[in-house]
């Protein structure tokens, strides 16, 4: 089976840490988190963002975790600037204070993206399952404004508060921020533990697509809203990453380079380590990258589809977590034979309950 | 609401949307949050002439005498073109 020749990566998503004072539940994080004592060294991330730049990649996200636990985020972002990437810090505001934020201004960081865990103290605190987090995020927020940083509002909805859209989009207003994101809950990692107790309801979901596209046309050329819905309330899947290994590249905290933040969840595949193999070895030449471009991997009904090209059989990952083989086709697609089903347990934890389970370190 | 520039306008690159020309791929891209956006040589031309300092009917008149062309037909391409990346928030009217 050959794989067809890959375009360079155009983004890197840098997972510095695992480590965060917040426990979402539905982080996106692995079950498995690393430790600290595995994270790579300045010096190994530097190395990591020359050779990203030097292959094409055009954005660097610092993401984790909580980037800002490393207390070397500001060397490295200073390393990709001047490598020439554009450097993109996603965080919780956890851990960041004002003399570090102006740090990283002078260090030439060009984008904030903040996440919201709630629209007050109480909700945010409790999701986030960090009492003062709101707070504390507020006045994170007025820093960034006073030094003039772009800013993404990042709110993870689910049905706890899809009802409270409208709160959110009147904080990203207040925080002046320039993008808003709207993000279902996507249940990998942590999240997957907490479906019952955050599946959006199918009632919520068709309020918040009515909700944003009136705060669009409301807010054209103040605020633009980028939103991502559940999965399963379409018939057909999302191109995941825009197809496999084809334009995004992350680095896990220990090294691991692997196609998406899920891919660790294949079984089957092995990932090399950015400090063992060149970067680009590994983007054109692994097994792992190579495993899903392409169209020769797939089975029926993907095999045929006409559809293949725009949604490359949707996400490997979900197909692994529901079929038991991340080459089927993507059970959110009305096509495959496991639609159904996905269909009905989601609507079964839509109308269940739950405690939320946080995410939990190691000991 | 709908996005209007005028000729006394002042439009902006805001900050965190820069010009970058990649050396892979060979082509001038606008470089924004989450966004690469290619740059033809026509969208180069007009984003050359924002410095924030210019007003509209300034950039159009400089484009028009460069260009050779009429100027209604130039601020017809760059007001649709500004305010594109108006609309996407890169670029700012004040
Ligand atoms: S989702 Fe929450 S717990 Fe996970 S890294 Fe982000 S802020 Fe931390
Ligand atoms: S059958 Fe496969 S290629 Fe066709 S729409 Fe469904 S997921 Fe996409």
């Known amino acids: 089976?050959?794989?067809?020749?890959?375009?360079?990566?155009?983004?890197?998503?840098?997972?510095?840490t695992h480590r965060c004072p917040l426990s979402c539940p539905y982080c996106s994080n692995p079950i498995e988190l690393e430790r600290k004592n595995r994270e790579l060294s300045l010096d190994e991330w530097k190395d990591i963002f020359t050779q990203a730049a030097e292959m094409g990649v055009l954005h660097v996200h610092?993401?984790?975790?909580?980037?800002?636990?490393?207390?070397?985020?500001?060397?490295?972002?200073?390393?990709?600037?001047?490598?020439?990437?554009?450097?993109?810090?996603?965080?919780?505001?956890?851990?960041?204070n004002k003399r570090r934020l102006e740090a990283l201004d002078e260090c030439g960081l060009d984008h904030v993206q903040l996440s919201l865990q709630g629209v007050d103290a109480e909700m945010a605190d409790w999701v986030?399952?960090?009492?003062?987090?709101?707070?504390r995020k507020m006045q994170v927020a007025e820093w960034i404004g006073e030094i003039g940083f772009p800013l993404t509002l990042n709110a993870v909805m689910h049905k706890k508060n899809f009802d409270r859209l409208d709160e959110t989009i009147a904080i990203a207003l207040d925080m002046g921020a320039r993008r808003l994101e709207v993000a279902t809950v996507q249940f990998h990692g942590w999240a997957?533990?907490?479906?019952?107790?955050?599946?959006?309801?199918?009632e919520q979901a068709k309020q918040a697509r009515l909700t944003v596209n009136a705060a669009r046309e409301r807010l054209e050329g103040v605020l633009v809203i980028d939103y991502v819905p559940a999965d399963h309330h379409s018939d057909y899947p999302k191109p995941c990453m825009g197809g496999w290994a084809s334009t995004g590249i992350n680095i896990a905290p220990d090294g691991a380079v692997l196609p998406c933040h899920a891919a660790h969840s294949i079984k089957g595949l092995?990932?090399?380590?950015?400090?063992?193999?060149?970067?680009?070895?590994?983007?054109?030449?692994?097994?792992?990258?190579?495993?899903?471009?392409?169209?020769?991997?797939?089975?029926e009904p993907c095999r045929s589809c006409e559809l293949k090209a725009k949604d490359f059989g949707g996400c490997r990952c979900q197909?692994?977590?529901i079929a038991g083989d991340p080459a089927a086709t993507d059970p959110v697609c009305i096509k495959s034979p496991l639609h159904a089903e996905l269909v009905a347990a989601a609507e079964a934890d839509a109308e269940a309950d739950a405690e939320l389970v946080y995410r939990v370190m190691p000991t | 609401m709908s996005i209007e520039l005028n000729d006394s306008d002042c439009p902006v690159i805001l900050r965190g949307v820069r010009p970058h020309f990649d050396k892979v791929r060979n082509v001038w891209l606008l470089l924004a949050p989450e966004r690469a956006l290619k740059l033809d040589d026509i969208g180069r031309a007009i984003l050359d002439q924002v410095d924030g300092k210019r007003t509209f009917g300034e950039i159009t008149k400089a484009l028009a005498d460069k260009y050779d062309a009429p100027v209604e037909r130039i601020a017809g391409?760059?007001?649709?073109?500004?305010?594109?990346?108006?609309?996407?928030r890169f670029v700012e009217a004040r």
């Open chain 1, 128 to 135: 986030g399952g960090y009492k003062g987090g709101y707070d």
């Open chain 2, 77 to 88: 391409d760059a007001r649709t073109y500004l305010i594109g990346l108006m609309a996407r």
């Open chain 1, 319 to 321: 197909a692994m977590a």
């Open chain 1, 62 to 96: 610092f993401s984790g975790g909580e980037p800002a636990s490393r207390r070397d985020l500001e060397d490295m972002v200073a390393h990709a600037r001047d490598v020439g990437l554009y450097t993109n810090l996603i965080t919780s505001g956890i851990g960041l």
């Open chain 1, 192 to 202: 997957a533990k907490n479906r019952a107790a955050l599946m959006p309801t199918r």
């Open chain 1, 1 to 16: 089976m050959t794989a067809p020749r890959a375009n360079p990566p155009m983004a890197m998503l840098a997972e510095l």
């Open chain 1, 270 to 299: 092995s990932f090399d380590k950015a400090t063992e193999r060149p970067l680009k070895e590994i983007w054109y030449d692994s097994d792992a990258f190579n495993a899903f471009r392409g169209f020769d991997w797939m089975q």
